[in-house]
Structure formats: C-alpha cells, structure tokens
C-alpha cells in the first residue's frame, strides 16, 4: 500500500468511527433548533454545534492549482460538453450569495457570504439530456462526489472562488469549490475540476463508505 493509500484509510477509519457512535445513540429526529432563516428550515439543523473557525477537512492532499492551469469539465449526459478555463469561468454569470455549512463531523459554519457561478448556470451552458439525473463531481486529488439534477440545481449550489470578500483559501479548496448549503458540506467538492451528468446514480467517495446518498442536514440523514 502507498503512502497515500496509509493515509486515506486512516482518515475514513477515523470517520467510520464517527458513524459508528452516532449510530450508537438514538435519535428522535427533530429539524434542528433556532428560527427559521433560509429555506424555511431551522437556522441550525440537528445535531450541529456552531464553529467559530472553518475548520479543514478534506483526504489530506491538498492540490496547488494555478489559475492559468486551472480547467472544469463539463460533460456525461449532456448536449454540449465544454472545458472552461478561468477566463471563461469569469465571463459567466457572476452569483453572490449568504448561506450555511454544514459539516457532517457535527459543526456549522454559518453566514457566509459566496461569490461564484450557480451551479445553474453551468448546467444551462451544457445542457443536460433529458435522461440525466444525477451528477457526480470530480476534484483535484481524485475526490468524487454525487447529487440528484434537483439538489444540485437549488439556488444556493455554486463553484465558489471567494469568501467573506477573501479568495477562497487553497485549504478549503480554491481556486474553486462547490458548496452545497442545504446538504451536509461532503457533498462539495474542493478543487473541482469535473462535472459529468449522469443517466443514473453513481455514489462517490464518501456514499461509497458509508455516508448518507440524500444528506439531509435537517433530517439527520449522516450516514447509510
Ligand atoms: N476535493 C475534495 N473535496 C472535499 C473533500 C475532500 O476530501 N476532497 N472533503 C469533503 C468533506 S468530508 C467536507 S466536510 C468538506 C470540508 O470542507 P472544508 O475543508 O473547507 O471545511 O469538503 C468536502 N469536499
Ligand atoms: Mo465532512
């Protein structure tokens, strides 16, 4: 096994562990607590406790990716696949955005304000077939992640490139990530770089361990 095989497994030993003591403890299932605020939904879901820094959470590769390199794929079940390159990216529809992060490891980042392109956006650059449903988001260090066409066309999804009026730090997955505010932050890719629409579901890193499909924050939905 490599180096980095060594380090992975430890890292979702670590987090089977997590799952294994929320398992473990039952759970009546409320929404959260605190008013209501975006979505109607509790300003904090279940089980989450707010976290004064954003903490860092990812494989432990942390790619370095220079804007002139950078590129995102945009292909699978689509009518026109397209790689764009940050000048291209920029050129879009610029989005800004106040929304949450939740991270399945039990904290919440709260009132970040986004700046990016809606995932939307980019879909209606590619147009998706019909037939697509889901779509599975590729990164950097070969982290995958999967969403239903419906969850990732919510408003709130978005490539992000800056935060709180900062550039998105390379650690928390710039030049560009996705967030994912209304589904446990997993679900957002750091460093991505590939988007493929899919005819079916394709589980990614985590759903393939273990973790919730749905990842429902208000629902309590962690883990499979
Ligand atoms: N490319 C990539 N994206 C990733 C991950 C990762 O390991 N690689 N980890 C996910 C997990 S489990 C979480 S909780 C969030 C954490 O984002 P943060 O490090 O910015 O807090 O990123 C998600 N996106
Ligand atoms: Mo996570």
Known sequence: MSHDDERIKR????????????????????????PPNRHGMPKLPVGQTVAKN???????????????????????AVEAPV?????????????????????VTTWSLMDSTWKGVQFSTLAALARPLDA?????CHAYDGYTTNLSLAAAL?????????????????DHGGPVRMITPQLYAWKG??????????????PGFWEERGYSNSADPWRDDRYS
């Open 11 to 34: 890292i979702v030993e670590a987090r089977l562990k997590l799952k294994a003591r929320h398992l473990s403890k039952p759970t009546d299932r409320p929404m959260g607590e605190g």
């Open 54 to 76: 954003w903490p860092v959470l990812d494989l432990g590769e942390k790619p370095d990716i220079a804007l002139d390199d950078w590129r995102l794929k945009i292909d699978g």
């Open 83 to 103: 790689t764009l390159d940050w000048a291209d990216f920029l050129a879009l529809p610029q989005a800004e955005d106040v929304s949450d992060f939740h991270c």
């Open 132 to 136: 697509a449903t889901h779509v599975l």
């Open 154 to 170: 919510q408003d709130d999804v978005m490539l992000v490139y800056a935060w709180n009026g900062a550039p998105l730090p390379r």
């Open 189 to 202: 890719a750091k460093w991505i770089n590939r988007i493929e629409f899919l005819r079916g579901d394709r």
